[in-house]
Each structure stands twice: as C-alpha cells, then as structure tokens.
C-alpha cells in the first residue's frame, strides 16, 4: 500500500520475522485498512529507526505494530521516540520459545508504555485487532465491521458445539 495514506506501520527487526508480522497485515486488509510494512532494526539500522519513529505523526501514521525478536527493543525504542500508540509483538525464538521477546517488550519503564500481545502468531493478529479498535474510536464504520468480526467468531463457535469436530 502506498506509505502517504497509511494509518498503521507494521515494522519489524528482520525478514525472518514477516511469517509471524504478515498476519497483522492479512487483517488489516480485511478490515481494508492503509498501511505499510518495513524491517527496521533497532540495533542494525538505529538511524532509520530514529527518522521512522520521529515521523510518524507527521506522515499521518496512527497505530505502529512492532514485531521483535531476542532482545526486542523496536518496539520501546520506537514508543520512546513517539506519542502515538505502539504495539509489540513478541517474535517466537528459536532459543526461549519467544519467552525473551515478551518479557523485553513488556518490561517497558515508566512513562515509555508499549501495548503488549502474545508472543507469535495469536499476537500478531490481536496486535492488528487492537489497532483496528484504536482508530475505530474515531470511525464508526470501522467500529461496527469490528463489531460484525466479533460477532462472527461467535457465530463460528455456536456452529460447533461438539468438541470432537474439527473447523
């Protein structure tokens, strides 16, 4: 999508992160929202991480959805350099499970808060819903097709009452 009309940034530390970060994306382009997706390092690329994260509000951009793995520091380090809200992914590791990522992203200091999810894949999704919800605030539409997602998920497990059945 085109970066000038994005509300969301999916941003991640590496490619290796893009199967767990491109669920977010298949989410957003559900809900048809705008957004663009990058890999930037924190430790690798400090200086676009630095440009990205400063310019976030000036290029229109509402939600940032960070991806990270090991030490994950993309996401705090990009909520330290904005107000707009941030949400952090825990990438699975191959070492900890992803357990290290989780406890980097949400062990933020005080007055540097990073919006946490799971770690992987239900993260990556929920991180994408939880955007959708913030810039639902301002949009009704957006609010009522969340609600109608939500609505279907019910659907989808009142149509399956026997356990033993698989979807």
């Known amino acids: 999508m085109n ?14 992160d893009w199967p767990t970060m491109k669920l977010a994306a298949e989410i957003l382009k559900k809900f048809n929202i705008p957004f663009e997706t990058k890999i930037i390092s924190a430790h690798r690329t400090p200086d676009i991480m630095y440009e990205y994260a400063k310019n976030l509000q000036k290029r229109g951009l ?27 992914v825990p990438i699975k590791s191959s070492t900890l499970n992803g357990v290290d990522s989780l406890l980097s992203i949400v062990q933020m200091p005080k007055g540097v808060p990073v919006g946490t999810l799971a770690i992987g894949d239900s993260g990556a999704t929920n991180a994408a819903l939880l955007a959708i919800s ?21 659907k989808d497990i009142a149509n399956i009452p026997d356990p033993t059945i698989s979807n």
């Open 3 to 16: 970066s000038l009309e994005a509300k969301v940034g999916i941003i991640m530390g590496s490619q290796s």
């Open 62 to 88: 509402k939600v940032v959805i960070a991806g990270a793995g090991g030490a994950a520091h993309l996401p705090g380090m990009v909520a330290s350099l904005t107000t707009i809200p941030v949400l952090g």
């Open 134 to 154: 913030i810039l639902g605030i301002e949009d009704k539409n957006l609010n009522h097709s969340l609600v109608e997602y939500k609505n279907n998920l019910k």
